[in-house]
């Protein structure tokens, strides 16, 4: 089923979500970038259930989601709250994981997103096997978008 | 002109309240479908709601539905401000009562022809 979802899909995708919302224009690149996670590293995700199950998971550096929630919040990066960062991250998520699950010839149904904020974690989806994954990079900051497929 | 924004999400109910009151819309809000009830019997009919669609407690179609069982809302446009884009989810809003459909993501723009179309943005 994902086959129908290329790569170009995916960097078309998160383009539109953060230059549309958040003013950031996140460059898509084949390296396989590292992220910075000395400053804050959080992980965002949102699971597509239907017959077959993915979750669309955000590896994100925080300088990155800061600068996009000031825009999207309306305040100083500084500025913003634990929550806050955290919202806006979980709603890139849900809008990243919204626009897989339209790619998706089958029906299935989008659940609320999950949000981790941290320095020094490991994030794993159990059962999760990584299908496709985009590196990206802006100027404050890089992310990885990863969809995963969890088999029983 | 009166508008109630719905969204668990806090971002995404400050990207829409900028956008709203800067047309000249007084905002209220809610988290889920069932504060949006409780806000509606507070402060009465507003002239739009934009409503997500994934919302813990109530989710927006069940509030799309519980609007239109009463009355006193039968003025108020409803806008369905979410990822679900399937042409089943779609039939779903539009059957239950939603007025209308806004995908995100958005611009400023595409919610200012949203509310064009209902006719909200002259008076606005």
């Known amino acids: 089923v994902i086959t129908a979802i290329s790569m170009a899909d995916i960097a078309a995708l998160t383009h539109d979500i953060w230059a549309t919302m958040a003013g950031t224009d996140l460059v898509p690149t084949d390296q396989n970038v590292t992220l910075d996670k000395s400053r804050g590293y959080i992980v965002a995700s949102v699971q597509i259930v239907g017959d077959t199950h993915y979750v669309v998971r955000l590896d994100l550096e925080a300088d990155l989601v800061r600068e996009a929630a000031g825009i999207l919040l309306g305040v100083s990066p500084s500025e913003l709250s634990h929550e806050e960062l955290s919202d806006a991250a979980g709603e890139l998520a849900n809008m990243s994981g919204g626009s897989v699950k339209a790619l998706l010839p089958d029906h299935c149904s989008l659940a609320l997103p999950s949000v981790v904020i941290g320095t020094d974690y490991e994030f794993a989806v159990p059962s999760g096997h990584c299908i496709m994954e985009s590196s990206f990079i802006a100027s404050a900051g890089k992310m990885k978008l990863s969809i995963l497929e969890r088999r029983k | ?124």
């Open chain 2, 1 to 124: 002109m009166k508008a109630i924004i719905v969204d668990d999400s806090t971002t995404m109910r400050a990207v829409l309240r900028r956008i709203l009151i800067s047309r000249g819309f007084e905002v209220c809000e809610a988290k889920h479908g069932l504060d949006a009830l409780d806000v509606l019997s507070q402060v009465g009919a507003t002239d739009i709601a934009l409503v997500d669609w994934n919302m813990p407690q109530m989710n927006g179609l069940e509030l799309v539905v519980r609007i239109r069982e009463n009355n006193a809302y039968d003025a108020m446009r409803i806008i369905m401000v979410t990822t679900e884009t399937g042409i089943k989810e779609v039939q779903s809003a539009l059957s239950a009562g939603a007025t209308d459909y806004l995908t995100k993501p958005f611009t400023s723009m595409q919610v200012d022809e949203k509310l064009a179309i209902l006719g909200l943005m002259a008076s606005a």
